[in-house]
């Protein structure tokens, strides 16, 4: 990968950062967000980090995390560079208005949604914006320490799902396999990652595979599992406990499609819809008017779940029977 | 890692070989074999794999996955060299008598519960005897081709939860990357590991998290689930359906010890013990006459679930409460 030299300068020039990433922060955002902070730092600089949303707990373990604060304590002053992490436009950090700054930079793996950015360096073919900084973070004289590497070593691991997406290559463990000489812990990112849920949550799961369904839609297979309001008081959980749900019946080989229907406080049913390979399920979350993308859509409905179900089966088979 | 230089005299000198692994063989048994297997043959020699139980379906995307056959068909001569792969006793590959062969070798990294073998080659600090294969076959002539890199990277993938267990080391990425550009494709293997489950095993993984049980030990939390034979027959699985099983309830962040009870076709209970960090389960399993690695071990037992259940929690209590 080639850094452009630009950056490289003004990293090294200059000696106020503010860093930001996208609205709902997840481990890529973090961890690269503070990964390069705690690098410019030790290079003798300012550098702060802000999300809209804050840190969610769960990444709580990352260290360094304390540096992560809301935007609403934001302080740009004619004399920061910005830095966009993970994203690339103001809109996806929730920042409605241009920044009196010195300099924009925006660092990206994610194709380009607009032109923001004095310095644009957007690698679509990067699995993770962590690789990124991991290489420029090797190309400045900072050096990375344990802290940087573990925050480094998590950015990769969730947008590679720990090497197991098809974004993974070579250069992802190679990339892995040194972040583990400089100090991360594979299983302790893992343990944090994957296997830190509460109780209620894990038993939530079990209620809700109780509820599969597995349906043939002409040469689609359908699972289907649904969340009651019901379930949420018994098991203590709420919405926020179903993050990955949706994907647990893909492990069925002859599964194109996995819906999860999770009743919402107001008694709506909000579908999450998942799918593998070719099969659009944002063809079928549209007619429903909801949207998504071709691997990962949703909707909202009202009505009674069985009928819901019915009508979902239905849109299957209507929107995707032909394919084209 | 030091290969005994024996071993790459012996594989580069003999001409006849026979590969054979453990009982209920997974991914590390089958793809070392595999990849052992072609290399041999590649330098020109013959080389054949045998298993008691033949080839799980789940593998047979591997591949070569077509060399494994079973027992009964064993040939072994006295030209041949007998190489015992990813166990280290004969009790273990099913073979109740020792064979007139030229020489029998053992390469594998679980501790050594007896001193068959001429040659015996035991790493336990290696996280998977695909790890030491890959070593050999780096250091042998024959090369690795994709085939190999394949089987060889499913080998390192099952041993540590793709990278996620806590033998996941640089070295271990390090071999992975060098798999993948030898031609192994990581999301291809994660995806038949982890994504192409029959729906029967689904099913069957239901029904076993719905026994799933919590107790708190002193200051250890056990999860432990059942598989009875019922269960098996109810969703038309067998035992190769359940690997990976009790790794599920370490999601729980409180559960160190996860432990899954199945009934065997003898009406005989095999626990399957899975820690985190520091808790060793191979104490436990060694109290109960069976053996195994610091967080992967097991045990064999006869009696009533439910007074095993009770004498393992028993034996948490007396061997893990005291931590040396």
């Given at each position: 990968?080639?850094i452009?030299?630009?950056?490289l300068e003004?990293l090294?020039?200059e000696?106020?950062?503010v860093?930001l990433s996208?609205?709902n922060?997840e481990g890529d955002a973090?961890?690269?967000s ?6 410019l730092r030790?290079?003798g600089?300012a550098a702060d980090v ?10 709580g373990?990352?260290p360094g995390?304390?540096l992560?604060?809301?935007?609403e304590?934001?302080?740009v ?7 966009i992490l993970?994203?690339n436009?103001?809109e ?6 241009r920044?009196?700054?010195k300099?924009?930079?925006?660092i990206?793996h ?6 923001y950015?004095?310095?644009?360096w957007i ?7 962590g690789?990124?900084i991991?290489y420029l973070?090797?190309s400045l004289d900072?050096?990375?320490?344990s802290v940087?590497a ?7 691991s969730?947008d590679t799902?720990t090497f197991?997406?098809?974004?993974t ?12 000489r400089?100090?991360?812990d594979p ?8 296997e ?9 799961l079990i209620?809700?595979l ?8 002409g ?5 289907t ?16 406990d179903?993050?990955n749900?949706?994907n647990?019946?893909r492990?069925i080989e ?8 999770r ?5 709506r049913?909000k579908a ?5 390979g070719d099969v ?5 979350a549209?007619?429903?008017?909801g949207g998504?993308?071709?691997n ?21 088979s209507?929107?995707l029977?032909?394919?084209t």
């Amino acid at each position: 990968m080639r850094i452009p030299e630009s950056i490289l300068e003004i990293l090294r020039r200059e000696e106020r950062f503010v860093i930001l990433s996208h609205i709902n922060p997840e481990g890529d955002a973090l961890g690269s967000s503070i990964a390069l902070a705690l690098a410019l730092r030790r290079m003798g600089k300012a550098a702060d980090v802000y999300n809209r949303d804050g840190l969610p707990s769960i990444y709580g373990f990352l260290p360094g995390s304390d540096l992560v604060r809301r935007l609403e304590e934001m302080k740009v002053t004619p004399e920061s560079v910005v830095v966009i992490l993970d994203c690339n436009d103001l809109e996806r950090v929730g920042i409605s208005e241009r920044m009196d700054c010195k300099l924009s930079m925006v660092i990206d793996h994610h194709e380009t949604e607009s032109d923001y950015g004095d310095i644009r360096w957007i690698e679509p073919e990067c699995p993770a914006t962590g690789m990124m900084i991991y290489y420029l973070l090797k190309s400045l004289d900072a050096g990375i320490d344990s802290v940087m590497a573990t925050n480094l070593y998590t950015a990769i691991s969730i947008d590679t799902g720990t090497f197991r997406y098809s974004n993974t290559t070579a250069e992802t463990l190679l990339a892995g396999a040194d972040l583990i000489r400089l100090g991360a812990d594979p299983s302790f990112v893992a343990e944090r990652l994957y296997e830190s849920w509460s109780r209620n949550r894990f038993m939530l799961l079990i209620e809700t595979l109780n509820t599969l369904e597995i349906n043939r839609v002409g040469s689609i297979t359908v699972a289907t599992t649904v969340i009651t309001s019901e379930m949420f008081r018994r098991t203590g959980t709420t919405s926020s406990d179903t993050e990955n749900f949706s994907n647990f019946p893909r492990k069925i080989e002859e599964v194109h499609i996995s819906a999860l229907f999770r009743e919402t406080e107001d008694g709506r049913w909000k579908a999450s819809l998942r799918s593998k390979g070719d099969v659009n399920v944002a063809r079928i979350a549209s007619h429903f008017g909801g949207g998504g993308h071709k691997n990962a859509a949703g909707f909202l409905l009202d009505g009674d779940i069985e009928e819901i179900k019915r009508a979902f089966l239905k849109a299957v088979s209507e929107n995707l029977l032909v394919k084209t």
